[in-house]
């Protein structure tokens, strides 16, 4: 069975603070891992990840994929309240013309002042 | 360029009524979705299409049908509503396998 697993599952840090968010995966015909930050509606898309070891970044935010160990992280540095968010984890997997994402039950972050 | 637009935002149903949640983007992607979030979950595949006329079903279809007569459209079915279908609906559409999916708004479902 394919499946997503990331954690912490929430996480409370000042601003200023640097973080951590872990996903690992277990998905049949893997294609690329996905992050995605979601705050009061709709998932916005943060980064895709199809090769290990190359960094991908944006401002404070970068993540990393392990095709070998199977994980990725979500690093975010210099936290400030507006990171506060459900951070989601999606493998995508391909097959038969298909193509579609397994979401992990998310990270929710809380920054307080 | 409106994205991916879903409605309604908000609907009450009352067990057993049916209705249709609307979805359409503007972006002339092939791949479209609907998923449920409950909380705790996680996002769950309902139903999902490679392209006009081609659907099929994820890992909660059961309750759900769909239906892709063009690549822009792509409306979710409750046939029979029941209490445990209450969740907040998103679809979701993207190129293809180099890119991410681009999510609606959402649909907040209650059924009582």
């Known amino acids: 069975e394919d499946k997503v697993v990331q954690s912490p599952l929430s996480l409370v840090v000042h601003e200023g603070d640097t973080v951590t968010l872990n996903c690992s995966y277990e998905v049949t015909n893997f294609r690329s891992l996905l992050w995605y930050k979601q705050e009061k509606k709709a998932p916005t898309f943060l980064f895709m990840l199809?090769?290990?070891?190359i960094e991908k970044k944006s401002g404070r935010l970068s993540s990393i994929l392990d095709k070998k160990e199977l994980f990725s992280i979500l690093n975010i540095t210099a936290t400030q309240t507006g990171d506060s968010a459900i951070y989601l984890c999606?493998?995508?997997?391909?097959?038969?013309?298909?193509?579609?994402?397994?979401f992990g039950k998310g990270t929710k972050l809380s920054v307080i002042p | 360029n409106a994205g991916v637009t879903q409605t309604p935002k908000f609907q009450v149903l009352k067990t057993g009524q049916s209705m249709t949640l609307q979805c359409a983007q503007d972006?002339?992607?092939?791949?479209m979705s609907w998923y449920r979030q409950d909380p705790g979950m996680g996002l769950r595949l309902i139903h999902y299409?490679?392209?006009?006329?081609?659907?099929d079903q994820g890992e909660v279809p059961n309750g759900y049908n769909v239906s892709r007569s063009t690549t822009e459209d792509f409306p979710l079915r409750l046939l029979s509503a029941a209490p445990s279908q209450t969740s907040v609906y998103f679809c979701?559409?993207?190129?293809?396998?180099?890119?991410?999916?681009?999510f609606g708004s959402g649909t907040r479902l209650t059924v009582v």
């Open positions: 999606a493998a995508a997997y391909s097959g038969a013309g298909s193509y579609q994402l397994t």
């Open positions: 972006m002339n992607h092939e791949y």
């Open positions: 299409s490679v392209g006009a006329g081609i659907t």
């Open positions: 979701a559409s993207s190129w293809g396998q180099t890119y991410g999916y681009t």
């Open positions: 199809t090769s290990s070891g």
